[in-house]
């Protein structure tokens, strides 16, 4: 045992030593290529002693990284991520003057610009040198991961012991759909998940149906919280507050999970020992990093941004990130100018602040997300849930099957190995359940194709002023005199050439748009509006929407049959006899359930507008700037899957004789043995977790006062949700 310890010893101190050679090696380098970066022996420009100022120098600049670098980050807490990124390079610059200015031997001169860059040089390659010697070097790795989790312990009070309980980790790829990944996993993208699922599987792929909202804000609530009643959209507006919600604002984010506590009785799906990264809703986690709904939070230990400065504390980490963040600022120019040359058809402007927000996403949210997981798993917590948003920024703006978003899911798989990798050092075992919370359905535009936005087009209908380009198009130009007609029929007055009659007096519509589902209200109405409100004030706005190519199909409130669904050639449909025909036919299985669900919501807005969708081409019109959409019914968009391993229980297992599929006592909304809507997902998880932690606990255990701190903290964002 004492020789292998002695081998142990040696070797380490041997990685030491190759890295502190190839840094000052590196150092040597650059100062013979900058001019402005030099190196003076104390008594002369011998190169053996510069060589020894170089040597000094890089050790000085290493042990300042490990030892004043994690201080300088904690000091900086109060600075936003971005500016603390675009810091990085000057902290790391500082200390290389700074280290060149405290060796005892020669002296090293350079300006400020050429520090940054002499120091970034540096740092990038001592991390490749160490993870170089690490890769081959398996028990190495192993040990490194131990401290890392003995440390972990150490300073969390834990002992590490878990009863053979095994932990579970669920890897949201954000936007993946179930025929994206096959494709991925097919050609060859992603072999990390292929392996599971080869000749000797060990994962089972499931696919299951979002709500009609197809997007992360209705799902991750569902799959987190256990419900997402009354999600009608991304983004919708609710009478009775006066304000517009939005899912990825925090102080909306805040409310929504208020309301699913209040709703289910219990704080989420990781309240027993969980961690929540990168995600929308916390799912009950006391562990929490960039988790949008805890973003107003007050205490120290539980802003959002906690998790950028626990990945930023390691200098190499900054490095190595911001350069990577340059490089897929560089990348997104390149491929979007290449687009533009093609002239690739459909395609949106990706221009201005986009490929900074990009690089966010498919770097920086990844790095910091990804590390946060592998951090989890080395203290063992009990379950974890984090986001990877990158394939979905992406696919929004290239598409959901282009050679772009395919490179972004192939360094998504190198995320999921390194999990997978990781989780064999952890002090538990894990089980890593990959999903995603929805798909991404391809199409140009509504406004590309037909010259005018949903509002646009909305407040043509209503017989309201709309941009001259508007009025120039098709459909402007026959929405105005559908408007106009009907207001001079309505009003039994002659037609004048080239007037328009004022509609009705009342507030203008709010149009809110979530991918290819259009949500407008009429502020000035306290209730929901039913159809024939909305005739006598605006005789021609449903009729104008109901036959436009561009969409779908409307549902709006009948005095007379409840609820109706209108299609094109006047089709009618109340939603108590509706089925997957008639105006939803081209909408897939289980659209009249998702309806008549979102249907019976508060919320629902005066008339849900749905894109068309073509089977044939697989295309819907998006009502935003995105040719890779969700949000609605149609396609792709409403196909997410579970990628589950097989010690797991079946998702959908076989109907009992009561008609309960999981034996939790309810009988989920299933279709024919598939899982459908993000509520069902959850009881799913719930009993896998059962399966190996025992049951979750309870809201009724949280102390007294942390309901209090809970409730203060959803006020306030309530309040700055108003004040919004």
Known sequence: MLQGRWRTTGLALLRVIVVWAVSSLTMLVLAGILPDFRLQSGDGESITKVALTAAWGAGAFGLLGALVWPLLVRALLLVPALVLGLLVFFLNGSLLLFALWIIPVGQGAANAETAVVVAAVMSAVASATSTGLAVGDDDAYRRRLSRLA?????????????????????????????????????????????????????????????????????????????????????????????????????????????????????????????????????????????????????????????????????????????????????????????????????????????????????????????????????????????????????????????????????????????????????????????????????????????????????????????????????????????????????????????????????????????????????????????REQIDRRHPALLRTLASHPGIGFLLVRSEEYGSVVLGPGGAEVPVAELDDTGPLAQMGPGAADAVRRTDSFPHVADIMVNSMYDPATGQVHAFEEQIGSHGGLGGEQSGAFLLSPLVLSAPVPARSEDGDRDGDGHDGRDGGGELVGAEAVHRVFRRWLREGSGPQVPLGTVSAEAANVWSTEVQTAEGELDSA
Request: aromatic share 6%; hydrophobic share 40%.
């Open 150 to 530: 003995d440390r972990r312990r150490r300073r969390s009070g834990e002992d590490g012991r878990h009863g053979g309980q095994p932990g579970t980790v669920f890897l949201q790829l954000d936007g993946v759909g179930h025929r994206v990944l096959e494709e991925a996993v097919a050609e060859g993208v992603m072999p990390h998940v292929a392996a599971w699922l080869g000749e000797n599987p060990t994962h089972r792929l499931t696919p299951w149906r979002t709500d009609w909202s197809s997007q992360t804000g209705a799902s991750q609530l569902g799959i987190l919280h256990g419900t997402n009643h009354d999600v009608p959209a991304f983004r919708w507006y609710e009478k009775d507050s006066g304000r517009i919600m939005v899912s990825n604002r925090p102080a909306s984010a805040a409310v929504l999970q208020r309301r699913a506590i209040e709703r289910t009785g219990d704080g989420g799906l990781l309240t027993l020992d969980g961690a929540s990264r990168g995600n929308l809703f916390s799912g009950g986690a006391d562990q929490l990093a960039l988790v949008l709904s805890m973003a107003a939070r007050r205490g120290r230990a539980n802003r959002s941004r906690a998790g950028y400065f626990a990945y930023f504390s390691d200098p190499a980490n900054a490095v190595r990130t911001v350069v990577s963040f340059v490089a897929d600022v560089g990348r997104e120019i390149g491929q979007s100018t290449r687009a533009r040359l093609r002239g690739d058809r459909p395609r949106v402007s990706r221009g201005g602040l986009y490929p900074f927000i990009r690089a966010f996403a498919t770097v920086v949210e990844r790095d910091v997300v990804v590390a946060a997981v592998l951090g989890d798993m080395l203290a063992g917590r009990t379950a974890v849930y984090a986001d990877l948003v990158a394939y979905d920024e992406v696919a929004h703006h290239s598409g959901p099957h282009s050679k772009d978003a395919l490179r972004v899911l192939r360094r998504l798989d190198r995320s999921v190995g390194l999990i997978a990798r990781a989780a064999e050092h952890a002090p538990r075992t894990y089980r890593i359940v990959l999903l995603s919370d929805h798909g991404q359905s391809p199409g140009a535009t509504f406004e590309r194709v037909y010259g005018l936005t949903i509002r646009d087009l909305v407040r043509a209908g209503c017989g309201l002023p709309v941009p001259r380009r508007a009025q120039r198009t098709k459909s402007g130009a026959e929405a105005r005199d559908a408007a106009r007609h009907a207001v001079r029929s309505a009003l039994h007055r002659p037609e004048r050439e080239g007037t328009v009659e004022p509609a009705e007096p009342g507030s203008d519509p709010v149009v809110l748009a979530s991918g290819n589902l259009a949500l407008i209200s009429f502020p000035d109405v306290p209730e929901r509006m039913s």
